[in-house]
C-alpha cells in the first residue's frame, strides 16, 4: 500500500532583507520537526518567482536606499503607513497574483505561512476557480515598529516577538486572542546551544557600507583593549568588505582577530561570546535574544528596524552606539565597568530560543 502523501505548507517569504527569508527556513524546518515529516513545508519567494529580473532590480534598490539613502527609505516607509494594501494595480509589472494563482491552483494548500506580509492580501482577490487556503498565518519579523501592511493581512493568527509588539498589534486592530507571543523564528540551533559559562570577546556584524564599516572597525581596532578578542563576520557582504577589512586589519597589526563571511556557526559564535555589534536588522537583534548574548546596535534603518534597537534597550540587553568611530570606546566603557554584567542577567530573562517551535506547534494545531 502506498504511504499517504505528506500535506504541503507553504512558507512564503521576500528576500527584502534578510529576516524574512530567515524566519521562513528557520519554521520551515520547526514544521518538519514537529510533525515528525507528517507535512512538507515548500519555502518560495514569489517575488523572485514571478519576475526573476524586476526582482532583483527592486532588492537592489531596498539595499541602496537603507545604506546610502536612509532618509528616503524612511519618508517612503512612513508614506505608505495609510496605504490601501489591497490595491493592487501595480502588480502588474510583477504578476504576483498570476504567480501565487497557479501555484495554489497546483499545491492547494489548506495552510499558508507569511514571513512577508503582502501576499496575505491576494488571497481574497483569487479566481473563484482557485483554492483558498483554510488557515493563514503572518511571523512578524519586525518589533514594536510595526508597519500596518503586517497587522491589515488578511489571516487568522499572528506571530509578534515580544509584549510590546503585542500592544502595538492590538493598537493597530488585531485582538489578543489572535495573535500569539513566541518570539522570533531563529535557528533551532540555538536552543540546542546554550551560551557557555565563559564567554569572552566580541562578536561584530559587519554587514551595513563600506564608509560605516571602515568607520566602526577603525574604532575597534583603535579602541578595544588588547587582550579582547575580536570575531568579525561580513556574512553575504564577503566579497565586497574582503579587501577594506583586510588593510585596516593589516594596518592595526591586531593579532587576535577571526574573520569569517557566510558561515552557518552563527548560534556557536554567539554562544560564547561576550557582546555582539551589529545592525538593528530582525534577524540578528533576535538571534541576540536567543542566544542571550547583550548587544550595541551601531545601525538602525528608519522604520521597521527601530523597534528592534528600541526592544534592546527597555529591555536592558544592549544600548546603541550613536556613532560608528566611537562604537570601540562604548564598548571598552561597557566591558570595563558593571554595564555587561546588568546586559547579560537581562539577557538571561528575555531569552529566547524557541520562536520558530512555539510557531510551528501553534501552526499544525491550527492545521
Same mark, same amino acid.
Given at each position: ?9 507553504? /512558507?512564503?517569504?521576500?528576500g527584502?532583507?534578510?529576516?524574512? @527569508? !530567515?524566519?521562513? #527556513? ?21 517575488? !523572485?518567482?514571478?519576475?526573476? @529580473? ?12 537603507t545604506?546610502?539613502?536612509?532618509g528616503?527609505? @524612511?519618508w ?26 497557479? #501555484?495554489f491552483?497546483e499545491?492547494? %494548500?489548506?495552510? /499558508?505561512?507569511?514571513?512577508? %506580509? ?24 519586525d ?13 487568522? +493568527?499572528?506571530f ?14 488585531l485582538a489578543?486572542?489572535?495573535?500569539? /507571543? ?12 546554550p551560551?557557555?559559562r ?8 559587519a ?14 581596532? +583603535?579602541?578595544? %583593549?588588547?587582550?579582547v ?12 568588505? +574582503?579587501?577594506?577589512?583586510?588593510? $585596516? ?6 593579532? @587576535? ?11 556557536d ?5 561576550? $557582546?555582539?555589534l ?17 548587544? /550595541? ?7 521597521q ?8 534597550e ?17 564598548i571598552?566603557?561597557? $566591558? ?7 546586559? !547579560? ?5 528575555? +531569552? ?16
Amino acid at each position: 500500500m502506498a504511504a499517504p502523501s505528506r500535506e504541503t505548507i507553504l /512558507v512564503l517569504t521576500a528576500g527584502f532583507g534578510e529576516g524574512h @527569508n !530567515t524566519a521562513a #527556513k528557520n519554521i520551515a524546518s520547526a514544521l518538519k520537526q514537529e510533525s515528525g515529516g507528517s507535512v512538507e513545508p515548500l519555502v518560495l519567494d514569489p517575488f !523572485t518567482a514571478a519576475a526573476p @529580473n524586476l526582482s532583483a532590480f527592486m532588492k537592489w534598490g531596498y539595499r541602496t536606499m537603507t545604506n546610502r539613502m536612509p532618509g528616503l527609505w @524612511n519618508w517612503l516607509y512612513q508614506s505608505t503607513q495609510q496605504g490601501n494594501f489591497g490595491n493592487h494595480v501595480w502588480d502588474r509589472f510583477v504578476g504576483l497574483m498570476h504567480w501565487l494563482e497557479e #501555484k495554489f491552483a497546483e499545491t492547494k %494548500p489548506h495552510t /499558508v505561512v507569511m514571513t512577508y %506580509p503582502l501576499y496575505a492580501a491576494f488571497i481574497p482577490r483569487f479566481n473563484p476557480a482557485v483554492p483558498r487556503p483554510k488557515r493563514v498565518y503572518v511571523a512578524v519579523t519586525d518589533s514594536i515598529t510595526i508597519h500596518p501592511i503586517w497587522t491589515q493581512a488578511p489571516a487568522h +493568527r499572528w506571530f509578534v516577538t515580544d509584549d510590546h509588539s503585542l500592544e502595538v498589534a492590538r493598537r493597530q486592530g488585531l485582538a489578543a486572542e489572535r495573535c500569539s /507571543v513566541t518570539g522570533f523564528a531563529t535557528s533551532l540551533q540555538f536552543a540546542a546551544t546554550p551560551p557557555q559559562r565563559e564567554r569572552r570577546g566580541v562578536l561584530y556584524f559587519a554587514t551595513t557600507s563600506n564608509s560605516h564599516v571602515k568607520q566602526t572597525l577603525t574604532g575597534l581596532l +583603535r579602541d578595544l %583593549p588588547p587582550e579582547v578578542p575580536l570575531t568579525i563576520v561580513t556574512g553575504r557582504s564577503e566579497d565586497r568588505l +574582503r579587501s577594506l577589512i583586510a588593510r $585596516l586589519l593589516h594596518a592595526s597589526r591586531r593579532e @587576535n582577530v577571526e574573520l569569517h563571511g557566510w558561515c552557518g556557526t552563527v548560534p556557536d559564535l554567539m554562544s560564547r561570546h561576550a $557582546l555582539c555589534l551589529t545592525k538593528a536588522g530582525g534577524a540578528t537583534v533576535h538571534e541576540c535574544f536567543a542566544a542571550g548574548i547583550p548587544a /550595541v546596535i551601531n545601525y538602525v534603518i528608519p522604520g521597521q528596524e527601530e523597534g528592534n534597537a528600541m526592544l534592546m534597550e527597555r529591555t536592558g540587553c544592549g544600548c546603541r552606539s550613536e556613532e560608528p568611530a566611537q562604537s570601540g570606546a562604548l564598548i571598552r566603557e561597557i $566591558l570595563t565597568g558593571d554595564a555587561l554584567a546588568r546586559m !547579560t542577567a537581562s539577557m538571561h530573562t528575555h +531569552r529566547c530560543p524557541n520562536g520558530a517551535v512555539e510557531m510551528a506547534r501553534a501552526i499544525l494545531a491550527g492545521a
